[in-house]
């Protein structure tokens, strides 16, 4: 029972490139989630699924697509990178909402020149 | 708008006790949480309030007061292991989750 796995650990990337986050749980969770965290500031949500084909945006969508083709898995896509999406990015899961406590992978330290 | 405000740096002595403070103004209030996270790794769950009173949990104990729009999370017996930062989220009336910027706690022997 890995809980949830996130992928890759540390990228770097250059104004304008694309790349995708990945991020599977193995808990039978409906609800899944991506964040990014800044210093400074509390977590903030950028899209969250309630279910597998159905996702909708949190509080900062601008410049990243999300999908969720199955259950398990949630990638969070970049098309082009900009420097102000350096962040630390988390996946988490959680059993049906943001009312049940969220389990979160280990997250991404994403650099953007 | 939505605010949650906690101390941002917190120093403590191994063995003692420690209160981090949370207060908040959201749009409604669906229960509190409280999270850990060591540096560099993710959050992970402490505890939970939606009624008022104290929670204890072992070493870690949270208080919830709604009609103040505060909470603590008081740590007992410090160990050099609770260096980490302290995380406050509220669900608010649309059950979204507002989070604090957390707590950094310094654990110094």
């Known amino acids: 029972n890995a809980g949830v796995t996130q992928t890759p650990k540390f990228q770097v990337l250059k104004t304008g490139q694309s790349m995708t986050l990945q991020c599977a749980q193995d808990?039978?969770?409906?609800?899944m989630s991506w964040y990014r965290q800044d210093p400074g500031m509390g977590l903030r949500l950028i899209h969250y699924s309630v279910g597998a084909g159905i996702t909708d945006q949190g509080e900062v969508p601008n410049g990243y697509n999300v999908s969720r083709l199955n259950k398990r898995e949630f990638s969070l896509r970049l098309e082009s990178a900009a420097p102000s999406q350096t962040s630390v990015y988390f996946c988490?899961?959680?059993?049906?909402?943001?009312?049940?406590?969220?389990?979160f992978g280990a997250g991404t330290r994403l650099s953007v020149l | 708008g939505q605010n949650i405000d906690q101390p941002t740096e917190m120093t403590a002595t191994e063995g003692a006790i420690v209160q981090i403070n949370c207060t908040y103004q959201?749009?409604?209030?669906?229960?509190l949480f409280w999270y850990q996270q060591h540096a560099g790794e993710a959050p992970t769950f402490l505890s939970y309030?939606?009624l008022d009173g104290l929670e204890e949990k072992g070493r870690f104990s949270s208080f919830l007061s709604r009609s103040k729009g505060y909470s603590y999370l008081l740590l007992k017996e410090l160990q050099m292991k609770d260096s980490a930062s302290y995380l406050c989220?509220?669900?608010?009336?649309?059950?979204?989750?507002?989070w604090g910027a957390g707590t950094k706690l310094i654990i110094k022997p």
């Open positions: 309030n939606v």
């Open positions: 988490a899961s959680s059993e049906r909402g943001p009312e049940n406590i969220q389990y």
């Open positions: 989220a509220v669900l608010d009336s649309n059950y979204q989750l507002i």
């Open positions: 959201t749009s409604g209030f669906n229960g």
């Open positions: 808990m039978n969770h409906e609800y």
